[in-house]
């Protein structure tokens, strides 16, 4: 499924934990000369990426599993009064139409890829933006001595953009797992994700300021190199003989094409005329970022069609009725053309997930599910993942059905619980903890200590979780990375709910709020717009 997709954010669904004092691996300080640092060793460890949210348990005992697309059925696994368990395939579509739409969805990114680079190359894109583009990616040219500062502006905005849509994403799914758990019983687990929807806004407010900032740059930028070329000039020392008058008029020097919107970037410094370029303004950046972005959103809502081809059971019981047949073209969600499942009674788990999570999620994939006021958790397996959005927040939301397969003798109905996915294992890799590594955009890095010398080094990741990152490259067993360095005051936290004498308010879809008294945290018992 990741094959798809030019880009890869694994650190964009991963919870990052800020390893303090006590930290495990901690190499402990180093207090010399130079800075003090607090340190960890690279080292072989278990690594879990973990997806988690907050989801409804209802109980099942009879279900109507039918395709969540349209399409041409191309094959039954099941019969009436057959035995099946959680998991069990129970009929597959022709992927053939899903998978055009897949390669359109592909030319469509690969558009806005295209458009975007020659935007930065300084090229006029109205040839391409109303057409056609090539597959595959398309990469950026090195930097040079000349441009590297103005290369390294534009890709902050980019970067600054994609961190918003990202942030703005993860804010919708907190508000979709603030409204599930306040509408339970469990006070605890209310209060517990309003605060991280209080958290995850003002990380999106954080990252609005980073876009402003970096664009700001940007602009001001573009206009220091067009005032020092229209301020520098050059006088000759000696004057040259007037050269005898052309026998016919030289052609006209023409003029560099510009990107609708863009800004015009003349000759700097002692760039040859010849490389005079354009560059695009810091406001159509942030567009084409945009529109790749929501790009890459639908072809990863596109690959979740094929892979929901095939449908799955969602309880253990039996086959009561098989409403499809091969050959058959059905609707999506049809009411009619579905195969029911009649089981002894059962339970499944249905939360949210956004966009940016769709990559990493797949049928049959192990969840567990801890019900509010339990203490043991409940194995259970992904069976059915929405291609639907819910668009009732700033962005779409998807909804994913777990099917339980452990004891579900401490579920009710109705009641919360949360839900941890594991999206990428690794049992055995070289990690460091994650509070060691910082991503900006596609690149990750890391402060290798040598000889009391911290130094950033670039690194490739794989697995990420909440307490160690795999490292693939750039790293070996036993380097020392930086955690912190002790001489600088601790960083101010997004999720600080100390009063400040200001009421905050948290917003939910659909018109929902909560407001924090003061600035602190909600009472006890606080609901949704209460």
Known sequence: MASFFTRKRLAASAVVIVVLGGAVAAAGARSESGPSYRTARASMEAVDQELSSVGTVEPVSQASVAFPVAGTVEAVDVMVGQEVTVGTPLATLDVGDLEMTLHEKQAALDQAELVLQMALDGEDVSSVSGGGAPSGGFGRPAASDTNAELEAAQQAVLDAQQAVD?????????????????????????????????????????????????????????????????????????????????????????????????????????????????????????????????????????????????????????????????????????????????????????????????????????????????????????VRIGVTADTSGSSATYAVTIGITGDATELGNGSTATVVIVTAAADDALAVPTSAVTVDGDRSTVRRVTDGTAKETTVKTGAVGSTWTEITDGLEKGDEVVLAQMDEPLPGSATDTSSNGQDQVVQFPGGGSFTFPGGGAPPAGARPGN
């Open 166 to 382: 990202d942030a703005t994403a993860a804010a919708d799914v907190a508000s979709n797992d603030a409204v599930t758990a306040c509408g339970g019983t469990n006070t605890a687990a209310c209060l517990a994700a309003l605060q991280a929807v209080q958290a995850a806004q003002a990380q999106v407010t954080v990252a609005q300021q980073q876009l402003t900032d970096a664009a700001d740059a940007l602009t001001a930028l573009l206009d220091e190199l067009a005032n020092a070329t229209t301020t520098t000039t050059t006088t000759p020392t000696t004057t040259p003989a007037s050269p005898p008058p052309p026998t016919t008029a030289p052609a006209a020097t023409p003029s560099p094409s510009v990107p609708s919107g863009g800004s015009s970037l003349p000759n700097a410094g002692n760039v040859p005329s010849d490389q005079t370029s354009a560059s695009p303004s810091a406001e159509d950046l942030i567009a084409y970022q945009k529109a790749v972005d929501a790009a890459e959103d639908e072809l990863a809502v596109a690959q979740q069609a094929i892979d929901q081809a095939t449908v799955v059971s969602p309880i253990d019981g039996r086959i009561a009725s098989v409403g499809v047949a091969v050959g058959d073209e059905v609707e999506a969600a049809s009411a009619t053309a579905n195969i029911v499942v009649v089981g002894n009674g059962g339970f499944e788990v249905t939360t949210s997930v956004s966009v940016k999570d769709l990559p990493d999620l797949e049928v049959g994939q192990a969840a567990m599910v801890t019900p509010d006021g339990a203490d043991e958790a409940i194995e259970g397996q992904i």
